[in-house]
DNA sequence: ATCCCGAGGG
DNA sequence: CCCTCTGGAT
């Protein structure tokens, strides 16, 4: 894709959502972290419903060490994947408890070394509680950012890096949030809505799906 | 490459 | 029935 066009691209975008964000819910960085941790393969709708009523007494890490993890893990049954994120989940308040002064670590390097946090989840909670202008490539971006010829690339980390360069930098903070949001209910992974999609003419997959 | 896994949509 | 949902660890 031409720089032009990405310009316009992230133009587009901005003009059709000034101020995008997560949708999960949260309160802290803590809170956001475990939310994010808990969305792996999982709607954030079906997330937020089961973190609502826990998220209310649950804030620090301890609040959740206190908890317990068998109630946890039965409350976050209906997320799916709900025994090893309850593991992840505790054993990463454990950690923050004990290593961290019960604090969200602001460093990729120290974000990864918890369980259940790799370099997408590290990337969302660098991102959107401490304000640092990476881009987690997930399975919409990956896949909105190679239809449309964007950032094409193989893997999720040549996506991510073909990103950080193309992205023109005024957008860098919120193209996110634009993509993902974007791939979520016009770019579907199944019957992507091309006819009402804002970048047809930019795209170099849309013209064929029409 | 495979496992974890429930819920919702087509 | 099949596929997908803001993946990570083995």
Known sequence: MKPADRVELFRRLQAANPHPTTELHYKNPFQLLVAVILSAQATDKSVNLATAPLFK?????????????????????????????????????????????????????????????????????????????????????????????????????????????????????DAHHWLILHGRYVCRARQPDCANCILLDLCSYGAKHV
């Open 57 to 173: 007494s649950i804030k620090t890490p301890a609040d959740l060490l206190a908890f317990g993890h068998e109630r946890f893990e039965a409350a976050i049954r209906t997320i799916g994947l709900y025994r090893t994120k309850a593991r992840n989940v505790m054993a990463t308040a454990r950690i923050l408890q004990e290593q961290h002064g019960g604090l969200v670590p602001d460093r990729r390097e120290a974000l990864e070394a918890l369980p259940g946090v790799g370099r997408k989840t590290a990337n969302v909670v660098l991102n959107t509680a401490f304000g640092q202008p990476t881009i987690a490539v997930d399975t919409h971006i990956f896949r909105v950012s190679n239809r449309t010829g964007l950032a094409p690339g193989k893997t999720p980390l040549a996506v991510e890096s073909r990103l950080l360069k193309v992205v023109p930098p005024e957008f860098r903070q």
